[in-house]
């Protein structure tokens, strides 16, 4: 079955505890994105990759660092979380750069 | 900054009528625009994708692209309370490094009642 999948689905962190969230798609998809939602804000993207070591930073990069070594994986890592981070995450693939977004399930990460 | 403008709502309508949301967006050089719809706490699923300009039919749905007027619309007939989700519309950009941007509005929630 073609999917994005993302894990943890459900984290609970303290102030500054390093965290990783995986992102792993068995599409072949070349492009992938990470975005936070939060009410009122709607779907904010993070950071993007168009191919292998290849990334660019999204609207709200600040805090977060993203990594592409291989095609299929893109976490998410957050070197020192903080209360603001506090959102939920999605994961995203595509094809190619004008086609529509696949996404995982969420990430619900609560920073306290 | 590229916008996508949807008005929040909630839109209510009756079971059985013709739902109609609408989108606005700022880049004339776009290119992709979607339509998702999400249920609360899960994540978006792609409901129509389109474009050029004009009508694309499938099933219940139908989407409209004007890019003169920079609009675009879901009309969703036959509404059902299953499709009381929010709907987020997504304009793709293609920035001048070749990266592309996926830019969400907020969402329009719909409330079908039975």
């Known amino acids: 079955e073609a999917q994005v999948t993302q894990n943890p689905r459900y984290l609970i962190t303290v102030t500054g505890k390093k965290l990783t969230v995986t992102c792993s798609q068995n599409m072949n998809h070349e492009y992938m994105s990470w975005y936070r939602q939060d009410p009122g804000l709607g779907l904010r993207q993070i950071y993007y990759s168009m191919n292998v070591e290849v990334t660019d930073k999204g609207d709200v990069p600040e805090g977060y660092k993203v990594s592409r070594k291989e095609k299929r994986n893109f976490p998410l890592i957050l070197e020192s979380p903080s209360p603001n981070q506090t959102s939920l995450y999605f994961c995203?693939?595509?094809?190619?750069?004008?086609?529509?977004?696949?996404f995982g399930q969420g990430t619900r990460l609560t920073v306290v | 900054q590229k916008e996508v403008e949807q008005n929040s709502g909630p839109l209510s309508v009756p079971e059985g009528a013709i739902a109609s949301l609408n989108c606005t967006y700022s880049?004339?050089?776009?290119?992709?625009f979607f339509w998702y719809r999400q249920y609360s706490g899960k994540s978006p699923e792609l409901i129509m994708s389109?474009?050029?300009?004009g009508d694309k039919e499938d099933g219940r749905f139908t989407a409209q692209l004007n890019k003169a007027s920079q609009y675009v619309s879901l009309l969703i007939r036959d509404s059902q309370p299953s499709d009381s989700a929010t709907y987020l519309c997504a304009v793709n950009y293609l920035k001048n490094t070749g990266f592309q941007k996926l830019v969400f509005g907020t969402g329009t929630r719909l409330l079908v009642s039975p």
């Open positions: 880049d004339r050089g776009s290119q992709s």
């Open positions: 995203a693939s595509t094809v190619s750069a004008n086609t529509e977004a696949f």
């Open positions: 389109i474009y050029s300009n």
